[in-house]
């Protein structure tokens, strides 16, 4: 039994020719610029990092090159496996798309490692169609209104932001310090926009007598690079 089980983890891996590694670093690259372009052309934020693009490239040509090195061979994969444990990668994802596509770099890396072309390019086919019909989703930031005012011009000042946005906006919080009152109203970008046409909230409540301040802060769930 020990026998047959150092036979199977210390199994070499099988030959592979010069030209099927060249293919495979072709095809790899390949898939890599369709996922560069794919990037390039659905990425909606308001930074668009360079670097990272390539990078996407690059990470697909590294795992084609380490499943060309491991192969078949167990006993090399799990080495492999402790080799990259001890690295830790403490940049954070600031965008899950971003997570999105790094995986797909590496499954596209590993199909082309052990020469699964038709499986990488269907794969990538479906995601790319995917991402670029779905990428660029429609942002719909959320905004919090914040007004600071005396205490006796709660109810008129509350009266105006909900007369102002017909009802739309969602009292979130209401703080009372000294005499002086602070109302946060959330609100969507869409009612804030249509809302505003004619004249803008933070005009119209300043212009209102015993209000202090007023803020307009858009909330979104997204950490630009």
Known sequence: MKELLFDYFS???SEITFQVILLNFLISTL?????????RFSHSGPVYSARFNVSLVMLTIVTTLVMAVIGNNVALSLGMVGALSIVRFRTAIKDPRDTVYIFWCIAVGICCGVSEYFIAAVGS???FLF?????RVQRNDRYLLI????????????D???LFFKGKAIMRAKNLSGGVIEMIYELSSGILARSEQNES???????TEGVYAVNLVCQNDEVNR
């Open 160 to 162: 105006l932001i909900l």
């Open 201 to 207: 909230i933070t005009n119209k409540l300043s212009e």
């Open 131 to 135: 991402l670029v019909v779905f990428g």
């Open 11 to 13: 199994a070499e891996t």
């Open 125 to 127: 086919a479906i995601i």
């Open 31 to 39: 898939m890599g610029l369709i996922i560069y372009v794919s990037y």
């Open 147 to 158: 007004v600071r005012a005396d205490q006796k011009k709660e109810e008129e000042v509350s």
